[in-house]
């Protein structure tokens, strides 16, 4: 194990391990009592080694020296150097119980230290029996709690601050708020009371605010750093005692420990699929219910209602379950930030915010290599070295932020870099070049589809060829992986400014609100998250505007498509009146004309089977309650 | 020496109050901002000891801004001035590294009592 490692999320497996151990301690000491085998005894010595190992390797020198002295004197006996009496399994077993409080405050706070008297007891028992002293224990320095070595000696001091806000301040909770970070950038801020959460919504009673904080600067500095914040009144500052540091104080409100187990994501997949199956098979039941003799429908009804409740709920919580914040994969960037940064001798500042927030895990699966790539892009192609960014009167380091941020029913991953940013041009000449587009295309595409010209396979503006990102390869991609899990992708950029790259994710795979049309003879659903309205229309309110139908809809004119049409089906008769749904697109909104509004549908979306997913404008595939199955749009594709 | 501010809001009246309350007071306001993207520039062509900082404005706001110059210039001092019931906005500017806040409408003692406090300067300018 590295020195200083961050061993704190190891704590679990360690209490789970470790507890095992001594409790298969304990009962072979027991069952020595009553019979003594040379396995017995064996089985002692090597659950005491395990014991003593792990709690080394943990940094956790008060159990690693027990298990050690507990291992001795079971070698001891082993070796046949004494006497197991009964006062040496009531030591043993003494030392055992002491393990296991040991271990299991672990997953609290440092653990407490042992009871000299039994450290003691052990040694004497084992030089009693051979006439030696005993070997050291090695101790790994693993950093367990907050990034401080083991120790009460080591560690900062300690104060309990009383904070009064006056009842004049006009935002007691920003003011609550600032304090707390103010103290939090001196030290380590053991606990707040009220919560943080309560002082950020400024449920403050009274104005009074404790905190518990560990300052390297003492006292003093701590006085020092309040003093320069206005309205505030320090009541008091006072030591508090290291060795019963937070256990005395209650814990904050959502930091409670929860017990928790380890599952594989595949089960949650499992999970998932079979509640989706749930919800289907409930949809079946409730059509086959509508044709009931109406005697029997409302009985049934209300239990298939309760039935697609309970069902809906375990849907929602297995989903829960499935949520992942997207620490996960950015904790690791920075790291690879720097590698890449170094390796091409680029100064970067890289930031990330938003970690926090939470992506269903296949989704996270999907955006790990994305997000790495356009990283490696932004510092290969985009930040340039330091002289270059100084002639352009730029701060010599380039900085790279990472943002997360979630919208109504999307999180936007955004890589925001400072660099020279893309040449638009050289991109539409690179499409010519490769055939991909004829000048005119190239030259009438507006500039945030140019710039996605960077994603046909091959095309890149990329000055150098670097054994980093390719040449071109990469962001093709990186488009298909964020359009594979619902997303799109979006790029902006400014010559010399920098580039900006955007993932607009859903939050989560699965059920979606759909409105069921008919087009071109089939039934087909639309994502009511797209719909902005449905009306019909006679033909008379159907404008033309420069040769385009145009539909009147609140004060605009909004270009008619034929939903049939777009599918590829023959064109429907035009009918009266004519059903138009309003959807929102990247751009401006749309009518699509359809031959039938036919209701709303609640849908388990299930991804395209290959090769259907290569099909442009198909976003999934449902069954529906009658179990036909009907096909997903997604318009904005089948638009492009 | 007078402590050199920079006054960064979109509104003309704000800015002609902060300029006359910190005038008054000794500060030498030594230039104004109308909106994140020139409160960037200014600040750092002006290095000024202080900066007042409205939230919202247009192109970029006020907590983009400050998280810009912060970047920059760590020791920056940004004092946040917002409107009342933007508690969350102003813990986001504070976040981003602002120094402290004042809340709008202000009373002139309450803003030379933030901003002194924040300079560590107990006495008039």
């Not at chain 1, 002289?387 to 701060?395: H, L, N, T, V, Y």
């Not at chain 1, 089939?522 to 229309?537: F, H, M």
């Amino acid at each position: 194990m590295a020195p200083g490692q961050d061993m704190s999320r190891y704590v679990g497996l360690f209490v789970a391990e470790a507890v095992e151990h001594l409790e298969a301690l304990s009962r072979d000491l027991l069952a020595l009592e009553r019979e003594r085998t040379p396995e017995t005894v064996d089985s002692l010595f090597r659950h005491a080694h395990s014991v003593k190992g792990m709690a080394a390797s943990m940094g956790l020198e008060s159990i690693a020296t027990l298990a050690h002295r507990v291992e001795d004197l079971v070698d001891v006996l082993r070796r046949g150097e004494g006497h197991w009496d009964r006062s040496v399994v009531d030591l043993v077993l003494a030392a055992v119980d002491s393990m296991l409080v040991q271990v299991r405050a672990t997953a609290e706070g440092p653990p407490p230290t042992p009871p000299p008297d039994l450290l003691e007891g052990l040694s004497e028992a084992v030089r009693a029996r051979t006439g030696r002293p005993l070997s050291p224990t090695r101790v790994a320095r693993a950093h367990l709690f907050g990034g401080e070595p083991p120790g009460p000696a080591e560690r900062p001091p300690r104060f309990q601050v009383e904070l009064q806000i006056p009842a004049s301040s006009q935002s007691p909770g920003v003011r609550a708020f600032l304090a707390h970070r103010t103290l939090a950038a001196l030290g380590t801020v053991l606990f707040v009371r009220p919560s943080l959460e309560e002082l950020r919504a400024g449920a403050i009673a009274g104005g009074r605010v404790t905190l518990g904080v560990e300052v390297p600067g003492g006292a003093a500095r701590l006085r020092e750093a309040l003093a320069r914040l206005p309205d505030l009144e320090l009541l008091a500052v006072e030591p508090l005692d290291p060795s019963a540091p937070t256990a005395a104080e209650p814990p904050p409100a959502g930091l409670e420990p929860t017990q928790s187990v380890r599952v594989r994501t595949e089960l949650l997949d499992d999970f998932l699929e079979l509640a989706g199956e749930l919800l289907l098979a409930i949809a079946r039941l409730r059509e086959i219910g509508k044709r009931m003799p109406e005697a029997h429908a409302p009985v049934l009804e209300e239990g298939v209602g309760r039935l697609h409740a309970l069902a809906k709920e375990m849907h929602n919580r297995v989903m829960g379950a499935r949520m992942t914040p997207l620490a996960v994969i950015t904790d690791q960037l920075p790291r690879a930030v720097r590698d890449v940064a170094r390796r091409r001798g680029r100064e970067v500042d890289f930031s990330v915010e938003g970690a926090e927030i939470e992506l269903d895990r296949a989704i996270l699966d999907a955006l790990a290599e994305p997000l790495l790539h356009v990283l490696r892009n932004a510092i290969d192609h985009g930040i340039e070295d330091g002289r270059s960014r100084a002639a352009a009167g730029k701060p010599e380091r380039g900085s790279i932020r990472l943002g997360v941020r979630r919208t109504r029913d999307r999180v936007v991953v955004e890589v925001t870099d400072d660099g020279r940013g893309m040449d638009v041009e050289a991109l539409r000449a690179a499409a010519v070049a490769r055939g991909a587009l004829t000048p005119e295309a190239a030259r009438q595409l507006p500039e945030s589809e140019a710039l996605l010209l960077a994603c046909l396979p091959g095309v890149s503006t990329a000055r150098d060829v670097s054994d980093i990102s390719g040449r071109g390869v990469g962001m093709d991609a990186v488009k298909r992986a964020v359009e594979r899990v619902a997303g799109t992708l979006e790029l902006s950029t400014g010559a010399g400014r920098g580039t900006r790259v955007a993932f607009r994710l859903p939050l989560t795979v699965a059920v979606l609100q759909l409105l069921l049309v008919r087009a071109g003879g089939e039934v087909v659903g639309l994502p009511i998250t797209k719909v902005l309205g449905a009306v019909e229309e006679t033909p008379s309110s159907v404008d033309r505007s420069s040769g385009a139908p145009v539909l009147r809809h609140g004060s605009g004119l909004l270009p008619i498509h034929g939903l049939a049409a777009l599918l590829g089906f023959d064109e429907p008769a035009p009918r009266s009146p004519q059903p138009f749904v309003v959807l929102e697109t990247d751009r401006e909104p749309v009518a699509l004309a359809v031959e039938g509004l036919l209701g709303q549908e609640e849908a388990v979306v299930k991804a395209l089977p290959r090769p259907l997913d290569q099909l442009p404008g198909l976003a999934g595939v449902t069954i529906l309650g009658s179990g036909r199955p009907v096909f997903i749009l997604d318009v904005p594709r089948l638009l492009a | 020496m007078p402590k050199r501010v920079l006054i960064v809001d979109d509104a003309v009246f704000m800015r002609n109050m902060l300029r006359d309350i910190l005038g008054a007071a000794g500060y030498l306001v030594v230039g104004e901002a109308t909106h994140g993207i020139e409160a960037v520039q200014r600040h750092r062509e002006l290095k000024p000891d202080l900066t007042t900082m409205d939230i919202v404005m247009p192109y970029k706001n006020g907590i983009e801004a400050t998280r810009e110059i912060v970047r920059t210039d760590p020791s920056a001092v940004i004092v946040i001035c917002s409107a009342l019931g933007q508690e969350a906005l102003v813990m986001e500017a504070i976040e981003a590294g602002a120094a402290d806040f004042v809340v709008k409408p202000f009373r002139p003692e309450d803003v030379l009592g933030v901003l002194r406090k924040v300079l560590g300067d107990e006495r008039s300018p």
